[in-house]
């Protein structure tokens, strides 16, 4: 069985509420069954179906985290994962490549919270799921989502990750509330805060900070999917005609609207970092400049980015950007890179001039800043993404 | 400081949409600093405020589970934790005394899910809380959620259980959805279904039904709950005349809304029945009856409750049944005790005629049945609660 393709999708007009819970659980659990470590439960352990599961914890301890999405707020019935938009209702373009509805939901529910096991440089070893919807929603839509759920850890090369358990709950939209599990392999945790060694050592404190992964393309897929569609078709074809190019702009479009929809955190990086020496590290989930501001103001440092690498980053998107808005193409594609979140690159502070590790780029440096406040939260005041004060 | 009383309640008019995620957690961090091994953080793990907490699993494993609660399906913002009711605004009596708003729906999502950690055998070691709410949800509510979360790890006595992460979310009603672990110091985790052994060995089966805790106090307490105060108070005052009794009733009333409201499981049944030799174990949350019926299908066997411990176990609250529906006190007893959810006590099967472990109670027998259905769910044919099929 695949995560996707072969197992038949429930008619259409099927709702949950003719299910009740026990034929809720075998939909989600046949798609479930299609991660790689599924059904692999060493003696001692307890898989799903219990009042509660028993995962391996070889190294005794395990990394744990949790994150919720609402409907409408950070994903869409007809078309997921995308905060607070005026987001149209065809997702034929985009969302059409044989994915079913609550696909790409379940995908990135999925990769935010193995992106944050990642992050710790940890490898996932489990994933729960609690799922609150309407006794009128379709059942074809969680199928997607369990779907996609185990499509990421799939395709994300989640090998040792199985889906451990859940719950299933009655409300009047969909919540979709997962939890990750890690383990550490006996390695220490990278954290956000540098190892106090660092600071007592040296006093003034230098460091490279350099990133796993892209970033701008889940923020140019937004302004895409948040494009009308008959807009957006005229302005793609008015930017291939003046470009000459064939299907150039189209194909960033839609790169731009998966990566956005099904982002693609690269899950052995937190590993690699932590094995190069990596002494702090998180993931960029609310924009490059905010979490970097984030990693610097929790060590009571400064960040600063390379203007220059910001700008090379923007490069590839400004033809996407200067289609979307002739008038603002190389500033909106800066904007993408540098504010933009969901990408889930990893960030990663190494002593200055360390070798950087296979797959990062160095982006800039954490530095001791004169007058900078000692380790706070960052409140708002460097862009990116914030629940409750950028609304 | 402690879970309430001494921390200041916030303004009521004030409103998490002016707060900001970091002015949340500020908020929820100072009730969480309440539980007892709040602060102690091993060598090695990771608390709160990083991409993902780490945690201690001494044996190697470690025993998780999740749960969601959803406003107005679980609980209500002046009236929490009732499954869809036509409950009443008015929390005075028997939500006033001294309890924050929020402070049940909290205590009830925490109790939940340690309960289930217990109904494997083990000890809680974390919580993690993802809540989505509205920018307009008060800061009051979520102090008392907060407050309530960590008066139940408290007062619940899970001395090792500290709340290890969360998320926060907006969406235009409230989710708490609540992870728990827990560690089973060693033991074997004790499963619905029995070891494989047991079946092997005997051909027929026929074992001990034994329960820890209360039932039927929870239901009384939702209709307690769901009867509209006048009506409620007239029909105690009634009911007070007539028995001659001094505020029994309504002592018996208030009672069974705290039941409801705040749930008491009993966490260290699950260590004493798995040390005693508990051969399969759950947590009771959706009725005695129907979880029975779950266990023993869940095993190929059928559930007999004896109708001697249902009279017994009802006849306490018989008074009160009578109060609210005259004609059917004794009737009415029964059905809370036998079909009513939500008080969690701890169903256990133990080998025909071995000790009945300290705590717990003999309630009936799972026995061989001809012609029954092998290991199968149970659908929803045995009443009790199912979230898609009873409504």
Redesign the interface.
């Known amino acids: 069985m695949t995560a996707r393709g072969r197992t038949p999708t429930p008619p259409v007009h099927e709702t949950?509420?003719g299910?009740?819970?026990?034929g809720?659980?075998r939909i989600l659990n046949r798609r479930f069954a299609a991660v790689p470590a599924a059904g692999d439960w060493p003696e001692?352990?307890?898989g799903p179906?219990?009042?509660?599961?028993?995962?391996?914890?070889?190294?005794?301890?395990?990394?744990?985290?949790?994150?919720?999405?609402?409907?409408?707020?950070?994903f869409r019935l007809d078309w997921p994962a995308v905060h607070g938009g005026r987001a149209h209702s065809d997702r034929g373009t985009f969302e059409g490549h044989g994915f079913p509805g609550g696909y790409s939901t379940g995908w990135k529910a999925a990769a935010q919270n193995l992106?944050?096991?990642n992050?710790?440089g940890?490898e996932p070893s489990?994933l729960?799921?609690?799922?609150?919807m309407p006794?009128a929603t379709p059942v074809a839509w969680i199928d997607g989502l369990a779907a996609g759920i185990a499509g990421a850890v799939r395709h994300l090369g989640a090998a040792r990750c199985r889906i451990?358990?859940?719950?299933?709950?009655?409300?009047?939209?969909i919540?979709v509330?997962v939890?990750?599990?890690?383990d550490?392999d006996g390695r220490?945790?990278v954290?956000?805060?540098l190892p106090p060694a660092v600071c007592a050592v040296t006093g003034r404190v230098d460091l490279d900070l350099v990133l796993c992964g892209r970033t701008g393309w889940a923020a140019a897929g937004l302004d895409v999917l948040e494009t009308p569609r008959g807009l957006l078709d005229e302005r793609l074809r008015a930017a291939e005609q003046a470009e000459q190019l064939e299907d150039g702009v189209r194909r960033l479009a839609a790169v731009a609207a998966a990566a956005q929809l099904r982002p693609r955190p690269v899950l052995g990086a937190g590993r690699v970092a932590a094995e190069a020496g990596a002494l702090a590290?998180?993931?960029v989930s609310d924009g490059v400049l905010k979490d970097a501001g984030r990693l610097a103001t929790a060590n009571g440092l400064r960040a600063e980015l390379d203007p220059d690498w910001v700008r090379r980053e923007a490069s590839v998107l400004v033809p996407l950007a200067r289609a979307l808005d002739p008038a603002s193409g190389q500033r909106t594609a800066e904007r993408w890179v540098s504010a933009g979140g969901e990408d889930y690159g990893l960030l990663a502070a190494l002593p200055t001039g360390a070798a950087v590790p296979t797959g990062f780029r160095r982006i800039g440096r954490l530095v001791t800043a004169s007058g900078a406040p000692a380790a706070a939260?960052?409140?708002?005041s460097t862009g990116g993404w914030?629940?409750?004060?950028d609304?």
Not at 386 to 389: L, Q, S
Request: aromatic share 2%.
């Open positions: 949950v509420g299910l009740g819970e026990s809720i659980l001692g352990t307890v179906g219990d009042d509660a599961a028993v995962v391996a914890a070889p190294d005794g301890r395990f990394v744990i985290t949790t994150d919720a999405m609402a409907q409408d707020r950070d992106s944050d096991i992050a710790m940890g489990g729960l799921l609690a799922l609150t006794p451990v358990g859940g719950d299933l709950g009655s409300d009047d939209r919540t509330a939890t990750a599990t890690g550490l220490l945790a954290r956000r805060t590290m998180m993931d939260d960052n409140g708002g914030d629940h409750f004060t609304r």
